[in-house]
Each structure stands twice: as C-alpha cells, then as structure tokens.
C-alpha cells in the first residue's frame, strides 16, 4: 500500500451545534472548528484532550454518525460525507467503532453469537455455515473461548464485554477502527490486556486505529503520530514520541505535567497547574487558550492561530508562535 | 487515630451471605495521607462506607471493629454515629452529580449543614460557607452560593463537596476516587488543593483510588486490596520501589506512563479478579499469579524482610528477590 495514500482524510471538518437562546440571538458551541487529519494505513492515530474539546465528535463525524457543518470526510481518496445512504452503506464495513461503554453497545436480550453474525448476515457477506464458523475464529482473536457465544452480554465482564465489541467491529474484515476510550472504563490490570489485543490485531490483520482518549499514557503507548485537541481546535499535532517528549504547544505541555506518574522520585518535580477549567464558549478571537495559559501575552488575544511547523520538531506543527 | 482491626463486611440476599471483605486491617494515623489501593470489586469503597456506616441495606459489619477515640463505631448507636458522621470524620464521593442536592442552591446546602451540626446562625454559616468555598479556590464564592448544582462543571461540585466536608473541621476526610471524573488539569488542581488542606487543617485523609499515579502523587502510605483483603502495606516510596506483593508488582507493570520508552510492552496480568472470591481459601491471587509455581499458596500474612505485611507466603524469604523482579 502506498504510504501516501491516506486511508480516512478530514479537510477543515467543522461542526456547530445550538446551545440554546431563541432566534437570531441563539448561541453556537463550535464543537469541532475546522480540524484537518489524514490517517495512514496501518498507523494508530492517537487524539487527545479533556471533555469537551470535541475528540468523540471528531470521531463521529469520521463515521458518518452525525453531519458536518461544513468540511469534507475522505475515505480511501472518495468522498463520503455528502454521499447517499444506499452507497455508504457500501463502505460502511471498512470502517468499524468501538465505544468506551461496552456494555450498552451490546443488545443484552442476544446471545454473543447473534451479535457478532448480525453485522455479516445484514451486509450479506456469507451463508450461515460461513458465518458460524468465522463467530469462532473472531472469539478465538479477542481471545474468549468458543463457549461464550451462547452466553449473553450480561454474563461477561467489563473487560470482556469490551473484547465482544472488538470481535463485532473486525467482523467485516474493516480496513480501520475508530477506538474512542476503548479503556478509559475498565480496570488497570484489564487495561493492559485490552491494549495489548489491539496491538497484536493491529500487527495481525494491518488495521488502522484512530484511538481517542483522555488517559495520556494509554493513547501514547499505542498511538505512533498523536493530535492534541483543545476547545475543538488541534492546538499540536506531531509523532508521538516527539510530542511528548518535547511538547510544544503550553496546553500539551500542561496536560503532560498534570497526568499523574507512578514515580515516587517525580513527586515534587516542578509543575504548573492551570487555571481554571475549559468549557462553555471559549474567548471571541485570538487564541482559545489565552485566558488559562501561564505564557499568554495581550497579543495572544488579537493574533490570528494556526497550525505552524515547530523549528526542528520533525514535521510537527503547533499553534502556538510561543511554544518553545 | 482511625484503626480497622479485622473487618468484615458482608452482602446479604434472602438466606445467602456473601463475606466481601475478609480481616481487613490498617489505621489511619494523624495529618497523614493513606491510600486504599485496588481494582474495582476489591472491597476498597465498602471499607470506606462502613466506616461511617454509610453501606446500603444489603451490607452489614458481620466482625471486627473499626475505632475511632475510644469507641468502636460499629457498635455505636445510630444516634452518637451521627455525631461524628460530618463532624469528625466527612467524605466526598466520586459521583460529584449525585452526592449534591439538586433542588437545593450550594448556598442552601452548605448553610443547613453547619446550622444543624454547628448551631451557626443563618448569617454565620453563610460567611462560613463563603469562606469555605474561597478556600477551595471558588472565584466568585457569592455567586456560587446562589447556583444549583447542575450550573457549576465537576470540578466546581468537587470543590463544593469538599468545601460542605470540611464546614465542620473533620479529624478525617475519606475521599473516595474524589479525581477520578476529572480531566487531568482539573485533578491536579483538586490533588493540589487537598495535599494544602492537610497541611492547613492538619487532618488525615483517608484516600479511596484505583489509580497508581494518584497514589504516587498524594499518599504518605499505602495499603493494597485485592480481592476483599489487604495485600500489602508500606509507605508511598517504598511500595513503589520496592513492591513486594507480587500483585502490587504487577499492577504497577500494568500502568502505561507517559514517560515510558516507546516500544515497551505492557505487563498484563493473566485472567481476571475471581468473581466468587469470598468462598476461596488460601491465597486469591495464586491462580493470576507467575510465582505460584513452587509456593505453598496459603495467602497469610506475613513480614517481608524490612517489616512490612505483605500477603504472599514467598515475601518472608528474600522480599522482592524471591519473585525474581
């Protein structure tokens, strides 16, 4: 596969949605405001951010769950964003989401063998015989035992719950899976094996993942290139390993030095905590950041911000002029 | 200051008892920051529950004893409980939206609660309260006070929670997972301020999480739970170093950093937390565990060799070298 043919591609993505206010005084929440992304194949794309900066909505927007205000959604150099329902649905098996809540994204009243064959009855990709027998291998790559398909959601753990949903999502033989906090609801030690069973699937059957997610270490440990989102802007975007490493961008820089590390000599190192919290309307003009940023200047508020190279970041580009 | 000695809670359904947590034993000492440590289901959140006698209907103290100045509180009427429940010990909760009324302003709420436990005036609780609320890094405490709680975000309501915690200067605050519905920046902020508020008001505070980086940030000492019993106990720098259980030891190995040297691969801990562990004897952990091999897995406690109870019949010998960590 070529490496510059991206697989999913989002061009100035935009989405508004009313916050309430009656006529042509009615507020606008720019959840997503004109993001661009391109996804390689084969890579995990990592997005991170606090809630409410817009990532799920990214998300959702990739899929074709919900219609952008304005922006284009490519998958594999075609537009599908403004295509009809009758040929997306075409698409629709190569590109798979995994939701953080396992648990209603199953139907309890099935049994875990109905659930994993829906997907492939409905876009008809096999006879009966066919699909039972791929119900087998899909459990056997989640790693549940064959037994489970005659149990119900409720039976399984949280963890495992999760393991179902990835078993439906590579039901179709996808191309990429759209993981949003696939862990962020599940335990440590679970965690673990969940991250390891999307690594070895990813290496296994050449998937692209676009992982989103607000737990810093897990997004990194996947994620070779990574976006860091904030107020539904990409404020750094950049390979993984250099992003955190030296972060740009003051936001990035700030939500690295808030995760907590399990490292008793890190305790005190020095840290600056923000001020206040995101939310609600972010500051008309200027950069969204400036009212929590330690670095904010009076220029900040009148600057026009866009994504610029970093000085020898390695093809990183941050939104800040600042950033060191 | 606060000891648990030997607690057992246990769920009823009809007939059937189910034991959930067994001999669990620690205690909090004055102005110290201690850590219950452990995946959900471990038992860690009914401890904390039942120290203020807080568990639902199904759930009961069915041994041991949990004391607190002289009395045990298990045993104390529902009357004298009351008393230190708020005043002498408090607690704030994970789930900030539930734990607010949400008919009631910030105001209202924080203002009832002192007048009742505190016979404040009206005007004395509320120049109490709007101190209260400053302290925990309110901006505007006098609007706050006229919100509901569904206006302010969740770290506003976590620091409203924590604000109506310590209205009555509590020896104790229990915090259970009190960051753990925050961003990031947000919990740092919240970490930050409860780390100031035992230093200022010299309490203790008793710290319910899941999270190992939480624990590192915050804790003086720690206590590990897994499957309904204590595991290991040491302080904070230790228990990080120098783990000793070999479940603390994976967990930890579990728990992707954002430090981490890229390409490193996650230790994960084979199966999962048994479900029926409360009919289990010998050790819980011995089926998950990769030192079972030559182990008599009788999961008692025992002294690791620097004094420390850890749970593991290999940690008397040589401590960490017997796991070959």
Known sequence: MAHDTPIMEVRNLTKHYRAGGAGLRHAVTKAVDGIDLSLRAGETFGIVGESGCGKSTVARLMMGLEAPTSGEVYFRGERIDNMPESRKRLLRPKFQMVFQDSGSSLNPRKRVMDILAEPMLYHGKAGRAEVLRRVDELLEQVGLPSAAKTRYPHEFSGGQKQRICIAKALSLGPELIVLDEPVSALDVSVQAQILNLLKDLQEELKLTYLFIGHGLGAVRYVSSRIAVMYMGKIVETGGADELFRHPAHPYTQALLDAAPVADYSLRNRPRIALRGEAGGMAPAGGCPFRDRCPHARPVCAEMTVSLEPVPGGEGRLSACPFGR | ?325
């Open chain 2, 1 to 325: 200051m606060l000891e648990i000695r030997d607690l057992e809670i246990s769920f009823f359904s009809g007939k059937k008892q189910t034991r959930r947590t067994d001999r669990v034993s620690f205690s909090v000492r004055p102005g110290e920051i201690l850590a219950l440590v452990g995946e959900s289901g471990c038992g860690k959140s009914i401890t904390a529950l039942s120290i203020l006698g807080l568990l639902p209907r199904q759930g009961r103290v069915t041994g041991g004893e949990i004391l607190y100045a002289g009395k045990n509180l298990t045993a104390l009427p529902e009357k004298e409980l009351d008393e230190i429940r708020g005043r002498e010990i408090s607690m704030i909760f994970q789930d900030i939206m539930y734990s607010l009324n949400p008919v009631f302003t910030v105001g209202n709420q924080m203002i009832e609660g002192m007048r009742r436990h505190l016979g404040y005036t009206k005007q004395q609780a509320k120049e109490k309260a709007i101190a209260l609320l400053k302290r925990t890094g309110i901006q505007n405490a006098e609007a706050a006070m006229r919100k509901y709680p569904h206006m302010l975000s969740g770290g506003m309501r976590q620091r409203v929670m924590i604000a109506m915690a310590l209205a009555c200067g509590p020896k104790i605050l229990i915090a259970d997972e009190p960051t753990t519905a925050l961003d990031v920046t947000i919990q740092l902020q919240i970490m930050q301020l409860l780390k100031s508020l035992r230093d200022e008001f010299g309490m203790s505070i008793l710290l319910i999480t899941h999270d190992i980086g939480v624990v590192a940030e915050m804790a003086d000492r720690v206590v590990v739970m897994y499957a309904g019993q204590c595991v290991e106990e040491a302080d904070t720098k230790t228990l990080l170093e120098q783990p000793a259980h070999p479940y603390t030891q994976a967990l930890l190995s579990a728990v992707p950093g954002v430090n981490d040297e890229p390409g490193r691969r996650l230790y994960s801990i084979p199966g999962a937390v048994p479900e029926t562990y409360h009919q289990m004897t010998g050790c819980r952990f011995a089926e998950r565990c990769p030192y079972a091999g030559n182990c008599p897995k009788k999961g008692e406690m025992k002294s690791a060799p620097d004094g420390r109870p850890v749970r593991c019949d290999l940690a008397e010998k040589k401590g960490r070298e017997a796991h070959g960590a």
